[in-house]
């Protein structure tokens, strides 16, 4: 259970969430994102998400989940356009022939590579991420925060739950806690990052 908390998120600004298994990070994320009922005020660019119909909310703020979804049998199925994903499917270390593969084949990092790009492609002003690199070697995990860096520095922004103490420092201007569902902001040792 989430207690009160009081945030706010610019454009082009990435806050890492971080705090124990079972604190609530996702909880807040979920909240947010219009996910889970929840009696919060959020607003966007000065509209209160319940004047917002709930796709439009969603394409908004998207979210990516540590486990994300996939309904259909192959990759492609899963993005509207293909050519448009291709540049990002490219970037992070995916050949063209991604497209044709069976969602059965794709590893656990492979999927959140991919559903990463899925919520990429609708272009949302904010983007959730729920530990989006956990299962990822240390080269794909560079090629998503160089990816998720450029989109910050372009105006994304960006909340981003990570458990890796190095990750947050490399990602992020600013930094919550969340403990025993208290968010709480952490006063920042490192510089803001540049993109």
């Known amino acids: 259970m989430l207690k009160p908390a009081s945030l706010s998120l610019s454009a082009g600004e990435c806050i890492a969430d971080r705090g124990p298994s079972g ?3 996702t ?4 909240a947010i994102a219009d996910l889970d ?11 209160d998400r319940s004047t917002i119909e709930g796709p439009e909310w969603r394409r908004l703020v998207g979210y990516l989940p ?3 979804g ?3 049998n192959t990759v492609g199925e899963h993005f509207g356009e293909w050519t448009e994903a291709l540049a990002l499917v490219r970037h992070l270390g995916f050949p063209e022939e991604t497209k ?3 969602i059965t084949r794709l590893s656990t990092g492979e999927r959140l590579r991919l ?3 899925r919520a990429l492609m609708v272009r949302p002003k904010v983007l959730l991420l729920d530990e989006p690199t956990a299962a990822l070697d240390a080269a794909s995990v560079a090629a998503v925060e160089s990816l998720i860096a450029t989109r910050i520095g372009a105006g994304l922004a960006v909340l981003w739950v990570t458990h890796d103490a190095d990750q947050a420092k ?3 201007h600013r930094l919550l806690m969340v403990e025993a569902g208290q968010v709480r902001e952490e006063v920042s040792e490192w510089p803001a990052i540049s993109p």
Do not use: Q
């Open 23 to 25: 604190a609530g990070k």
């Open 170 to 172: 490399r990602v992020a």
């Open 66 to 68: 540590a486990e994300p």
């Open 37 to 47: 009922p929840n009696e919060g005020l959020v607003t966007l660019n000065g509209r």
């Open 70 to 72: 996939w309904w259909a």
């Open 27 to 30: 909880l807040l994320l979920r």
């Open 100 to 102: 044709a593969w069976p």
């Open 115 to 117: 559903a990463l790009i």
